[in-house]
C-alpha cells in the first residue's frame, strides 16, 4: 500500500481514536489536538505499525501514550491562574450544566485511571475506553490474552478501590460523584 492509501486508512479510525481520547480527557478542543498529534506521531513511526496489530489498536496505542505524556508534563508544569473570562465563553445552552458534570466526572475518573499501575492503566483505556478486543491489546502490550483480561479484571478492582476511598458516590444524583473531604485534588 503507498503512502497515501495509508493516511486514508488511518483516517478512517479517526473517529474512534479521537473518542477514545475525548474519554481519556473529557475535553473536546485537547481531544482534538491530542488526536492530531497522535497521527502526525503515527505518519512519522509507520514502518513501525506490527503485523498482529490492527491500524485501530495501534493508532490507540500511540494516542494512550500521547495522552500519557500530556498528563505528565502537566503534572510537571505550574498551575496557572484561571481565565476571569472563561464564563463567558460558555455555551448558554440548556444541556450547558450537564455537559460541564460531565467533563469534570470523566476529567476525575481519568486522574483516577492514570494512577493505576501503567499495565493495568493501558489495559483499563485500551479495553474500556478505546473499545479494544484483548487479542488487540495482548499484542500493544507485549502479554497473553489472559493476561490481558486479568489486566482488565485487577485494572478495573484497583481503580473501584480508588474511587470509593477518594470519592463520595451518589447513583441518581445530579452529581453523581464528589472528593471526599481530605482526599488527593
Known amino acids: 500500500m503507498d503512502d497515501v492509501g495509508a493516511v486514508a486508512d488511518r483516517g478512517s479510525h479517526r473517529q474512534a481514536v479521537r473518542a477514545f481520547v475525548l474519554r ?103 479495553h474500556d475506553m478505546a473499545g479494544l478486543k484483548h487479542a488487540e491489546i495482548s499484542a500493544i502490550l507485549g502479554v497473553s490474552e489472559a493476561n490481558s483480561r486479568v489486566l482488565v479484571h485487577r485494572g478495573r478492582t484497583a481503580l473501584r478501590e480508588l474511587l470509593e476511598s477518594n470519592c463520595i458516590l451518589t447513583p441518581g444524583d445530579s452529581l453523581p460523584c464528589e472528593r471526599k473531604p481530605g482526599s488527593c485534588q
Open 24 to 126: 481519556l480527557t473529557g475535553n473536546e478542543a485537547l481531544a482534538e489536538d491530542l488526536t492530531q498529534e497522535a497521527y502526525m506521531r503515527a505518519e512519522k513511526t509507520r514502518a513501525t505499525l506490527r503485523k498482529k496489530s490492527s491500524e485501530k489498536s495501534w493508532l490507540c496505542s500511540i494516542a494512550l501514550n500521547i495522552v500519557r505524556d500530556h498528563y505528565r508534563a502537566t503534572a510537571r508544569a505550574p498551575v496557572a491562574a484561571p481565565d476571569p473570562t472563561i464564563l463567558d465563553q460558555l455555551p448558554s445552552a440548556d444541556d450547558t450544566e450537564e455537559t460541564l458534570l460531565k467533563a469534570e466526572m470523566s476529567s476525575c475518573l481519568t486522574e483516577y485511571v492514570f494512577r493505576l499501575p501503567e499495565q493495568q492503566r493501558d489495559a483499563v483505556a485500551l
